[in-house]
C-alpha cells in the first residue's frame, strides 16, 4: 500500500453536473498529480500541486480545476461534466527536492461514471 | 510532446519469463518507470530506472535500457499467476511528471 487514499471509490453523476474527488497524499510528501484514466488507455496527466500551487497542467480545459492544502491533502474539482469524463481518476502523491528524482505513488483511484 | 508506446497483449505460460516492451521518443527522458495496475485498482510502482544506466535488477524483475534506440523493457522471471495485470511504461523528463504507455495486458496461463 501506497499510503495514498481516494474517495470516493465510485461516483455516478449526469451531464452538466459538478463533481468534486478528494485525495489524501503520503505523509511527508509535498506535491500531488492528478491524472484522467479512460478505459484501456493509460492515466493522462491532468495538474501537479506544489505547496498549494498549481505546478504544470495537461492539455485539459479550465472546467477541471484544483485545490492542494496546508496539510497537503487535494481535491480535483469538474464543472459542467460531459459524458467523456467518465473514466478512473488517480491521485498521485510525490517528494519534491532540490535535484531529486520526484517518484509518484498512486493511489486507487475514484471511478466517475457520468450518464 | 512525448509519445510512448507499447504492445497492447502478452500471454505466457506459469513458469516462463515474460518479456514487455516500451519504445518511447524524447531522447532526453531521465527517469522510466515500470507500473503494475490490477483490475479495479490504481498504479503499483514496480522499479524504475535513471536514463544513466543500462540495467537494473530487483528479484525477479530486470529492467533493460537501450538509450540509442530509445527501448525499455521489463522481464518478468519465473511468471506467476499473481503476475497477470496490466502493465505501464512511464517516462519522465525534466518536469518529473510521467508521461504513460497504453500498457500491456499481461495473462499467465497454467
Known amino acids: 500500500e501506497t499510503g495514498v487514499t481516494q474517495s470516493p471509490t465510485h461516483l455516478i453523476k449526469t451531464r452538466g453536473q459538478q463533481v468534486t474527488l478528494r485525495c489524501s497524499s503520503q505523509?511527508?510528501?509535498?506535491?500531488v498529480s492528478w491524472y484522467q484514466q479512460a478505459l484501456g488507455q493509460g492515466p493522462q496527466f491532468i495538474f501537479q500541486?506544489?505547496?498549494?500551487?498549481?505546478?504544470g497542467r495537461g492539455n485539459f480545459p479550465p472546467r477541471f480545476s484544483g485545490l492542494q492544502f496546508p496539510n497537503y491533502s487535494s481535491e480535483l474539482n469538474v464543472n459542467a461534466l460531459e459524458l467523456d469524463d467518465s473514466a478512473l481518476y488517480l491521485c498521485?502523491?510525490?517528494?519534491?527536492?532540490?535535484?531529486?528524482?520526484?517518484?509518484?505513488?498512486f493511489g486507487p483511484g475514484t471511478r466517475l461514471l457520468v450518464l | 510532446g512525448e509519445d510512448v508506446e507499447q504492445s497492447l497483449f502478452l500471454s505466457v505460460r506459469e513458469g516462463d519469463s515474460s518479456v514487455i516492451n516500451c519504445t518511447y521518443t524524447d531522447s532526453s527522458s531521465t527517469y522510466l518507470y515500470w507500473y503494475k495496475q490490477e483490475p479495479g485498482a490504481g498504479l503499483q510502482l514496480l522499479t524504475y530506472?535513471?536514463?544513466?544506466?543500462d540495467m537494473k535488477q530487483d528479484q525477479r524483475l530486470t529492467v533493460l535500457l537501450n538509450k540509442k534506440d530509445k527501448h525499455l523493457s521489463l522481464r518478468i522471471a519465473d511468471t506467476q499467476t499473481g503476475d497477470s495485470a496490466i502493465y505501464f511504461c512511464?517516462?519522465?523528463?525534466?518536469?518529473?511528471?510521467?508521461?504513460f504507455g497504453r500498457g500491456t495486458s499481461l495473462i499467465v496461463h497454467p
Open positions: 505523509s511527508g510528501h509535498n506535491t
Open positions: 498521485a502523491s510525490s517528494l519534491a527536492l532540490s535535484g531529486g528524482e520526484e517518484t509518484q505513488y
Open positions: 530506472i535513471f536514463s544513466n544506466m
Open positions: 500541486y506544489y505547496r498549494e500551487e498549481e505546478n
Open positions: 512511464a517516462v519522465s523528463g525534466g518536469s518529473y511528471i510521467p508521461t
